[in-house]
């Protein structure tokens, strides 16, 4: 057994002529709970795609448990991916299933279980995210918060070696914000996974990763524990972890000369 | 300058027409890709017939009333029609085999496909449209659930089954309403209509060739449906353009098909 589930080695991705990753390295020790953080488009649920084998990279390589994962066939990818569970930053409910039949969904499609098995075991998973009282509702009568309560209920649903989690904080008041992230990091304890957050909250993510890579410009540009991370120098990451509005990634989008622009020398086109 | 201006109109115009043409072809390949793969995965909408028979509810079942209605109209009308033209010829008892042969062999099939393609079709593309712009599809991915075995495949074969049958209830429901206008209405003899009509349609002529049109009608219909949904860019904009196109393409599909069928079946 690997000492780290989950192996990026090098890797780079991009596509219709954009490069999104260059030569990115990182590992996922077993039972961490490991934050992919970086500003928005610099490719961080990408990296989840790529780890869940939904894409290809151009250069490099994704191991899990061992396996390089863009060398699986179908049914090889099919079987990593039976040891991963993925939270999507908005649920991904199936809308027209309950929140029983949602939890049930990896069970009935995935295994042989008996039908009263398969009760006992969605009503675990949801009494672990406090939801299963709610089991009879449909997930259109659900807030955003229980709609992200069931689907990591459902992540969870065939004890997955890997959870991974897109936004996971994304859009949440602060209560619900802090019931997510308690049952993160009680989950992986729980259930001895190791978890994999992709998110730019950084109260939040500090408060349960174990360790944190900073993503920006197709690079890792940071890594260490939220404690090295917060007393780091390193400009970028300073700008990240404090917020601030101008720095090595500024403010204003790449644009042509103002001055020249309203005064309607250059095309607004 | 002038002569410099057209050149540079008749390369984009041509750039234009190019990049059509290859959007197009992909696009006939990708669905033609996603045809092929949905009858391969075909396996699981059979052993679980309950996921197909479900998708044939909320297909056929939840058409069937557009499609009764439209049937009870197009059959009144046709008896009115063919009436008014009989009468002038003195055969008006004939107008029972008028309404039979034009319901089973053309409106019953090809009425049923496009009524189908602007209820049940776009409500398929919709559906699919909005489950992957949802990330439906990509959490059954990652469940290592192929979304082809468990969403295409059963909606595919609930529209191929139910496409037929709603296709003959169509043609029973407008020969019922041809009924109705053409005897206690007009006052044709009763025994005459049904008469005439037992004795000039033919089952495997008129009535087995109309069921292969619609189950032609049904696998075309559908697939475009389900293509057009499963290839929408995940935006409602795009679901939404997405949902015009499968009544545009279903429609003109139909109509098309409909002509290559009738040429072979009446050997010309």
Redesign the interface.
Known sequence: MTPNIVEIDNLSFGYKGRVLHKGINMVFPRGKVVAIMGGSGSGKTTLLRLIGGQIRPSKGEVRVDGDVVHKQDRDGIYKLRRKMGMLFQHGALFTDLSVFDNVAFPMRELTDLPESMIRDLVLMKLNAVGLRGAHALMPTELSGGMARRVALARAIALDPNIIMYDEPFAGLDPITMGVICDLIRTLNDALGTTSIIVSHDVKETFMIADYVYFVANGEVVAEGTPDDLMQSTLPFVHQFVHGEKDGPVPFHYAAKNYQSELLGRVSVK | MIKSTLHISIIRTLRGIGSRMIERTWRLGAGARLFFLTLVYSGESFRRFNLTLREVYSTGVMSLLIIIVSAFFVGMVLALQGYNTLQKYGSSEAIGVLVALSLVRELGPVVTALLFAGRAGTAITAEIG?MKT???L??M??????PIA?VIAPRFWAGVISMPILASLFSMVGILGGYLVAVPLIGVDDGAFWSQMQANVDFRLDIVNGVIKSIVFGVACTMIALFEGYDAPPTAEGVSRATTRTVVISSLTVLALDFILTSFMLEV
């Open positions: 909005l949802t990330e439906q990509s959490a991915e990652m469940m290592a659930v192929n468990r």
